[in-house]
């Protein structure tokens, strides 16, 4: 059975830009959640997806933004990147939504830096 | 508000030894759920477990134990005879109950780096 995927794996974009990540979440899985971790702020929990619709949120400014398709799929999109939006970002899938005891399973992430 | 302890910056142990990972929370939510997640020199996040606050048992999965003690807020995890491949970051974290479409807070511990020597 095929991990949970993220793309693109690496990715440097310029102050003011927005960019998209992705993230395949195991097969029959129908939660995302994502994670931003950097060396200042450590790892924040961003927001979780469950059947296309936003199931709750972190403490995230609405530059953040994210949605998730009819097959589980999920998109992160941040607009007019900052410098601080350099981080590693890392998506989770799991059967059911977090608030249950499903185990997560965490892609490998995308490593942003912004110039 | 929520705050998650671990004071444990860098652990190192020789392999076969058994170590504690501490970690101790505060809340004002009398119902929250109590995480472990490992992350590898690889880079790629493992969660080990989840607890709710109602559940004070304590768990063991093989070598793995976690001790959940709500009077003393804390939630420690033990490794018994510990090996190499257990080396990485362990991370401790707390989470409001999931209110759906809302704002959860989830706060992560700084983590522990844990080196088991050979």
């Known amino acids: 059975k095929a991990g949970v995927t993220q793309t693109p794996r690496y990715l440097i974009k310029t102050r003011g830009q927005q960019v998209t990540l992705s993230c395949s979440p195991i097969s029959g899985h129908r939660s995302v959640s994502w994670y931003q971790q950097t060396p200042g702020q450590g790892l924040q929990f961003l927001f979780e997806y469950f059947s296309e619709t936003q199931r709750n949120k972190g403490n995230f400014p609405g530059r953040f933004s994210g949605r998730q398709f009819s097959n589980s799929r999920s998109e992160m999109n941040v607009s007019t990147l900052e410098l601080g939006d350099s981080a590693l970002y890392l998506c989770a899938s799991s059967l059911g939504y977090r608030g249950d005891t499903d185990t997560q399973y965490f892609g490998p992430g995308t490593r942003l830096t912004v110039l | 508000a929520q705050k998650v302890t671990q004071a444990q910056t860098e652990i190192s142990v020789v392999e076969k030894e058994d170590v504690t990972l501490d970690c101790v929370y505060e809340?004002?939510?009398?119902?929250?759920?109590l995480f472990w997640y490992k992350q590898p020199p690889s880079g790629e996040l493992v969660f080990l477990i989840r607890?709710?606050?109602?559940?004070?048992q304590n768990e063991i999965s093989g070598r793995y134990s976690w001790n959940f003690q709500k009077s003393t807020s804390s939630f420690n995890f033990t490794i018994t005879a510990s090996q190499v491949v257990d080396s990485a970051v362990y991370f401790c974290?707390?989470?409001?109950?999931?209110?759906?479409?809302?704002?959860?807070?989830?706060?992560f511990g700084t983590g522990t780096k844990l080196q088991v020597i050979p």
């Open positions: 974290a707390l989470s409001d109950l999931v209110t759906p479409g809302g704002y959860q807070k989830v706060t």
């Open positions: 809340t004002r939510d009398t119902t929250y759920y």
């Open positions: 607890r709710n606050s109602f559940d004070e």
